[in-house]
């Protein structure tokens, strides 16, 4: 046999897997998102996950999501997105595209168009109707900022770790 191998995965099932499997380290027992930036050339530049910020035990900080504010994950966590851009100590994000499991809400897309990132492919889009993820867009629109939905191959990938 001569020739490459045909069966490769595309660039964007590797970048969505990794996004994915690094929403996997996420302590949240309900959500776990995760993001992978990548440069114009298909570098991984960054990755994040949902979780609480540094210093700040996942053990006494409430995982929660209803009742009082101050007793649930929504005033702690910080999202995969935001971490992904704070992870980076490269530069500059200028031009890059942004995997993500979960579409951004309103917060991360300041921090997505301040960062310089491009691009926005998600996987979900489950909050669509709500006001953080309609302010979301109209902001990535005004700072033209590209987004579309990942469209899966239906392949499945499997491996032991």
Same mark, same amino acid.
């Given at each position: 046999m001569s020739g490459k191998r045909e069966n490769y995965?595309?660039?964007d099932e590797y970048f969505m897997a990794v996004a994915r499997l690094a929403g996997l380290r996420s302590k949240d027992p309900n959500s776990q998102v995760?993001?992978?930036?990548?440069s114009t050339d298909n570098k991984i530049l960054s990755m994040g996950y949902n979780g609480f910020p540094l210093g700040c035990s +996942? +053990?006494?900080y409430p995982w929660e999501r209803e009742g009082d504010p101050m007793e649930t994950k929504y005033v702690y966590v910080t999202h995969s997105e935001l971490n992904a851009i704070l992870n980076y100590r490269g530069g500059s994000l200028d031009g890059a595209k942004l995997?993500?499991?979960l579409f951004p809400c309103n917060e991360?897309?300041?921090a997505i168009i301040q960062s310089g990132i491009k691009e926005i492919i998600y996987a979900e889009d489950k909050y669509a109707d709500?006001?953080?993820v309609k302010a979301s867009k *109209?902001?990535?629109n005004s700072a033209g900022v590209t987004y579309r939905k990942y469209?899966?191959?239906? *392949?499945k990938i499997e491996f032991e770790i």
């Open positions: 995965i595309s660039w995760g993001s992978c930036i990548v +996942d +053990d006494e995997y993500v499991s991360c897309a300041k709500t006001p953080s *109209r902001m990535l469209e899966p191959s239906g *392949r």
